[in-house]
C-alpha cells in the first residue's frame, strides 16, 4: 500500500446485512466539512482521495460544506465560492472530476452555507468548478432536504432553535448561531470556536486564552459585542415572520420539484424549532446574561464592602449571589447534549409524519446510528471517531439501510 493512502474502514451497519438490491447508484453521505482558508489542507486531501475511491457514485454534502459566512459575510456569493474552491484547489479539482467522470454531486443547504439552496447556486457551482453544460444534470441542489422513495436527507438545523431559520426556504433574517458566526467568528478569526459551542461562556472565556494568548481580550470583547447586539436584534426587531409569508409562497414548487406532496413539506414545517431570536427573553437566557450579570453583581458587592460600603455591598452581593442560585437551579449547562437529543427526536418525528425509512443528518458534529436515523458527524472534526466518519446507504431505494464509515490515512 502506498503511503498516505486512503484507508475506508467498514463501521457499523444497523440491523443485519443487506444486498444493493434497487439502489439505482453507491450513494455516501457526509457533512460539515467547513472550508475556510485555515482548514487543514489533510482534510481537502483526503476528501479528494474519497472522491476519487467513490468514482461514479453519487456524493451527497448533507450541509455546511463551505463556511461562507465565517469567512465573506459581506462578499457577492460567486467571488465567495470561487475563492472557497480557490484556495482549496484539490477540491475543486476532485469535485470537477468526479462529476465529469459521471459521478453525481448533491448539495443541501446548510446553516452556514444556505447559499448552497439559492435559485442560481447550481450554476455558479457548475461554472467554479469549469465543467460544460452537461454537467448540470449531475449537480443537484437544495435548500431544505433531497428525498428518494424511503430516504430522505437534510442538514438537520431545521430542528435547532439556535440555528433554525425563520422558514427552510428562504435565506434572510440571521439565527443566532450565524449570526455569532458573522458578529464573532469571522472578524476575530476565532474558528475553534465552531467546533466548542457547546460549552458555557466561562469555559469558552477560559479557552480564549490557551488558543489565542494576547488576543484573547480581543476575543472576549468581540462575543461580548455580539452577544448584546444579538439581544437588541431579537424579539420585535427579528422580522422572521416576513419570511414565513415568502416561504409559503414557494413551497408548492419546491415540493414539486423534490418529488414529494406538498402534505409532506407541511409536516415538516409543523416539526420545525422557533427560532431563539424571535424571542428577547430566550435570546438572553441562551446567552447567559442572567449569570453574566450575576457576577457583575457580586464583583461589584464584594468590591463596596472592601470600600467599607457595607449596606450596597452586601445587598448587591447577596443579589448577585441570589439571581446565580436561581440561574444554576435552571439547569448548570444549557448546551449540553440539546442540539443532538433535539436531532435525534426530530428524525423519528420525520420519520413518522413522511413515511420515510432512513433520515440522514449532519449538523451536530456527532455520528449517530439507528434503525430510522443516521448522521454523518463531521468529516472534517471527527472528534474520537476511528477516521474521518461519512454515511454509505445500503439496502433498496425502498427500504435503505445506513452504515458508518471512516476514511483514515494509512502510514506505509
Known amino acids: 500500500m502506498r503511503a498516505w493512502e486512503g484507508v475506508l474502514h467498514r463501521g457499523e451497519v444497523y440491523g443485519h446485512s443487506v444486498r444493493r438490491m434497487g439502489m439505482q447508484r453507491r450513494t455516501v453521505v457526509l457533512a460539515d466539512l467547513h472550508l475556510v482558508r485555515s482548514t487543514p489542507p489533510e482534510v481537502s486531501q483526503d476528501l479528494a482521495r474519497l472522491l476519487a475511491e467513490h468514482a461514479g457514485s453519487r456524493v451527497v454534502f448533507a450541509g455546511d460544506l463551505f463556511d461562507l459566512s465565517s469567512e465573506s459575510p459581506g462578499m457577492a456569493r460567486p467571488r465567495a465560492l470561487r475563492e472557497a474552491l480557490g484556495v482549496h484547489a484539490i477540491v475543486r479539482s476532485a469535485l470537477a472530476e468526479h462529476v465529469d467522470r459521471g459521478g453525481e454531486l448533491w448539495l443541501v443547504g446548510g ?3 444556505a447559499e448552497v439552496g439559492e435559485d442560481d447556486f447550481t450554476g455558479e457551482l457548475v461554472g467554479a468548478l469549469g465543467l460544460g453544460q452537461q454537467a448540470m444534470g449531475r449537480v443537484r441542489t437544495t435548500p431544505w432536504f433531497f428525498r428518494e422513495e ?12 439556535d440555528n433554525a431559520p425563520a422558514h427552510p426556504l428562504v435565506s434572510g433574517q440571521r439565527s443566532l448561531g450565524v449570526h455569532f458566526v458573522e458578529e464573532f467568528i469571522a472578524p476575530t478569526g476565532a474558528h475553534r470556536y465552531l467546533q466548542a459551542n457547546d460549552q458555557t461562556p466561562l469555559k469558552l472565556f477560559l479557552s480564549a486564552f490557551k488558543w489565542y494568548g494576547l488576543r484573547a481580550p480581543y476575543v472576549i470583547y468581540r462575543y461580548f459585542h455580539a452577544a448584546i447586539s444579538a439581544v437588541m436584534q431579537s424579539g420585535p426587531l427579528y422580522r422572521g415572520h416576513e419570511e414565513v409569508a415568502d416561504g409559503e409562497a414557494r413551497i408548492a414548487g419546491f415540493s414539486q420539484e423534490a418529488g414529494v406532496g406538498r402534505e409532506v413539506a407541511d409536516a415538516l414545517i ?8 424571535e424571542s428577547v427573553a430566550r435570546t438572553f437566557s441562551r446567552l447567559y446574561f442572567d449569570r453574566v450579570l450575576a457576577t457583575l453583581a457580586m464583583g ?19 443579589g448577585g449571589a441570589m439571581a446565580m442560585a436561581v440561574s444554576w437551579a435552571a439547569g448548570h ?14 428524525a423519528k418525528g420525520v420519520a413518522e409524519a413522511t413515511g420515510a425509512k432512513l433520515v440522514v443528518f449532519g449538523h451536530t458534529h456527532k455520528e449517530a446510528l439507528g434503525d430510522q436515523y443516521a448522521n454523518t458527524g463531521s468529516f472534517s472534526f471527527p472528534r474520537e471517531a476511528p477516521g474521518r466518519p461519512f454515511v454509505e446507504i ?19
Not at 150 to 161: Q, R, S
Open 111 to 113: 446553516n452556514h452555507d
Open 270 to 277: 409543523g416539526l420545525s424549532a422557533t427560532p431563539t431570536m
Open 300 to 318: 461589584a458587592g464584594a468590591t463596596g464592602l472592601a470600600l467599607g460600603k457595607r449596606g450596597i455591598g452586601a445587598t448587591s452581593l447577596a
Open 150 to 161: 424511503g430516504l430522505h436527507i437534510e442538514h438537520g438545523h431545521l430542528y435547532d432553535p
Open 394 to 412: 445500503e439496502g433498496s431505494a425502498a427500504w435503505p439501510r445506513a452504515a458508518s464509515r471512516y476514511f483514515t490515512r494509512q502510514a506505509a
Open 333 to 346: 449547562n444549557r448546551y449540553a447534549g440539546t442540539v443532538s437529543e433535539r436531532l435525534a427526536t426530530s
